[in-house]
């Protein structure tokens, strides 16, 4: 599961819903990996104005990543296909993926698993 999702996921419980706690989901003994993957500088550009920065740096620190600057990263410094920023956003964004742990809603504590890199966001019937 791709960093980049994490920034879109929320918790399915409907007691969760018109929560903002439910939002996002905390990696709880998340095993990391790193898949090499061509640079697509166009769905960088397009992707980043729709992140929700505090969450990616949140979870960025929640991983053990390195940090993130505090500020969305401009346009224009991601305007050049071989600007660093761009390849750095490259790599946390769809580099970087949960292969295994869970996801847990910070609402009420519900726990999705992930293996080999799917989460399974089924929820028992008593929690629908």
Not at 28 to 51: G, H, M, S
Not at 115 to 123: M, R, T
Request: aromatic content about 4%; hydrophobic content about 40%.
């Amino acid at each position: 599961m791709k960093l980049l999702t994490l920034n879109f996921l929320t918790c399915a419980r409907k007691t969760c819903k018109q929560t903002a706690s439910a939002f996002p989901l905390h990696p709880k003994d998340a095993e990391l990996e790193q898949i090499e993957l061509e640079l697509n500088p166009l769905f960088i550009r397009n992707v980043v104005p729709r992140l929700d920065w505090d969450v990616m740096r949140g979870l960025a620190a929640e991983l053990g990543l390195p940090s993130l600057p505090e500020t969305l990263p401009t346009q224009e410094s991601i305007a050049d296909d071989d600007s660093q920023t761009l390849r750095d956003l490259h790599t946390l964004l769809i580099e970087t993926g949960v292969r295994e742990g869970k996801l847990v809603c910070a609402n009420c504590g519900h726990e999705y698993a992930v293996k080999e890199g799917i989460a399974n966001f089924l929820l028992p019937s008593h929690l629908v």
